[in-house]
């Protein structure tokens, strides 16, 4: 069992930063950020896999290359979204999801067994 704490979001002028937090309870290999938009479908933002306390490997989607990056904090087992020079679109509800055991990650939500309550990220331009 998995339970994901996000918090974090907020509104921000665009160029702004944010940093998203995600408390993880339990053990997932691949922890994921999606990311929803009114009316639109759920999206892969970036993802990791990680294996004894260390980064096997990570992935972001193109449109947030260059400007978010992925970190976990060990002693706190959070996993932390910095997103930089913040967009317009990137405003929407980001989520924290798990896998669990040990599932390789992919972009794909429907595979993903454990959600968080989600986070809002609002960026005016």
């Known amino acids: 069992q998995v339970r994901l704490v996000e918090s974090g979001g907020g509104s921000v002028q665009a160029g702004g930063s944010l940093t998203l937090s995600c408390e993880v309870s339990?053990?997932?290999?691949?922890l994921t950020w999606f990311r929803q938009a009114p009316g639109k479908g759920r999206e892969g933002v970036a993802f990791?896999?990680?294996?004894?306390?260390?980064?096997?490997?990570?992935n972001y989607t193109e449109s947030v290359k260059g400007r978010f990056t992925l970190s976990f904090d060990n002693a706190k087992n959070t996993l932390y979204l910095q997103m930089n020079s913040l967009k317009p679109e990137d405003s929407a509800m980001y989520y924290c999801?798990?896998?669990?055991?040990?599932?390789?990650?992919?972009?794909?939500?429907?595979?993903?067994?454990?959600w968080g309550q989600g986070t809002q990220v609002t960026v005016s331009s």
């Open positions: 999801a798990a896998r669990g055991g040990r599932a390789s990650c992919t972009w794909y939500s429907f595979v993903y067994h454990y």
């Open positions: 339990g053990s997932s290999y691949c």
């Open positions: 990791s896999e990680r294996d004894g306390g260390r980064d096997v490997r990570t």
